[in-house]
């Protein structure tokens, strides 16, 4: 089914395989005064296509449908030109960075120099949990790799202290889930049991669990999560699984985030109290942007169903149409939609969002939001 495929190519874009990219060679050229201590302030980010500023675009043998914000409309917003990110323009890291005075991050597999004491972003769009989610794309334990990397050129090039000091005052901004649990259910849909859907959210917070264990390991101390989303109630969901007009989302995508947010606050809660140090903050984002889907006049957007972006119900799929190999809508002001595409939203919605990540009251972002975390 053609609307299916779509959501597997706008939220799971299957590429291929990537061992050549494990590597570690960036360019590093930092070197801190002699002069006076030098005091850090670092973001590094990990995810998926909800961040990821373009890393996608630097795999090998990439193309329009592997990797649709290559082209246009995306980035026609603030950018002016697509640059890889799944948006019309900025997305949540860049947003994060300037509210905390930092350069907006760059892809980490951009082929040139990097100065990784403002930090990295390694997203990946279509990257999951597990390995097995979407070959090709940097999933969440080569994203780590990377992360070991940059650990190692810091520390060379700053010295072991001062690297050390840099990764523990850094904030790990995290958004990765979603995709796993598309995966599983374009498997199974409805036929899951409660048991299996229980088994795999397991599955996924355990290797998350291992994943945050090694940041930690490495010498990070602040993590930021954003929480599962309201999968259920994408564009290209609803169009992926014929869900009519007014009739809600796809509720076992829903239940799936439900459960993965609920295990993923308990693990950060224990974490905290087994890891000296260990710090956390929890963004309801299934909350926040579903109620922005739900009542979008209340934020100042005139629809929260229909994506801008896009062919077919909800407009949920083919943004751009394969570089204009097929035909496709584009609203004229993607500020008054919540979805610019059928997985991702706009600039519009993305700036509320990272508001909220930054500063949030405590029924959004808790026990702290990041500006506290970078305070503390």
């Given at each position: ?41 670092a ?44 948006c019309?323009?900025?997305?949540v890291?860049d ?22 004491t ?9 990257a ?16 780590l790799?990377?992360f070991?990397?940059v650990t ?8 072991e ?7 523990a ?6 958004s990765m ?16 049991t409660e ?17 945050l ?11 930021a ?41 308990g ?7 087994q ?10 984002y ?23 972006c ?9 943004c ?6 097929i ?5 004229s ?18 700036l509320?969002l990272a ?22």
């Open positions: 089914m053609a609307s299916l495929s779509y959501l597997v190519y706008v939220l799971v874009s299957l590429l291929n395989p990537i061992s050549y990219l494990l590597h570690g060679h960036h360019q590093f050229n930092y070197k801190p005064s002699d002069d006076h201590e030098v005091e850090y302030k973001l590094f980010v990990f995810g998926d296509s909800l961040f990821d500023p373009g890393n996608n675009q630097y795999l090998p043998n990439i193309t329009f449908e592997d990797d649709p914000s290559i082209t246009w409309p995306y980035g026609e917003t603030f950018f002016h030109h697509p640059n890889g990110r799944l019309d323009g900025r997305i890291p947003f994060i960075a300037k509210f905390a005075n930092l350069p907006m991050l760059p892809p980490y597999l951009q082929p040139s120099p990097k100065i990784f403002d930090g990295a972003n390694f997203a990946s769009a279509g999951g949990v597990l390995v097995e989610t979407a070959p090709g794309t940097i999933n969440l334990p080569l994203q790799s990377y070991k990397s190692e050129l810091l520390q060379e090039q700053l010295g202290e001062e690297a050390k000091s840099l990764l005052s850094a904030v790990y901004l995290i889930g979603g995709n796993d649990y598309f995966t599983f259910y374009a498997d199974y849909q409805e036929n899951a048991s299996l859907q229980q088994e795999y959210v397991a599955i996924v917070i355990g290797n998350l669990t291992g994943v264990q090694g940041i930690y390991d490495l010498g990070g101390r602040k993590i999560f954003q929480n599962a989303g309201p999968l259920g109630c994408l564009p290209s969901a609803k169009q992926s699984y014929d869900i009519k007009f007014g009739s809600g989302c796809v509720e076992g995508l829903q239940s799936l985030a439900r459960q993965h947010n609920k295990a993923l606050a693990v950060l809660k224990d974490l905290e109290s890891l000296p140090g260990f710090k956390y903050s929890i963004f309801e299934y909350d926040a942007l579903g109620d922005r889907v739900l009542n979008p006049t209340k934020y100042g957007f005139k629809d929260g169903t229909d994506a801008c896009g062919t077919g119900p909800y407009r949920g799929s083919y751009g149409g394969l570089n204009g190999t035909s496709y809508e584009l609203c002001n993607p500020g008054e939609s919540v979805w610019f595409d059928g997985g991702h939203t706009t600039e519009s919605a993305n509320q508001k909220l990540i930054w500063s949030g009251a405590l029924n959004v972002t808790w026990p702290y939001n990041v500006q506290q975390l970078f305070e503390a």
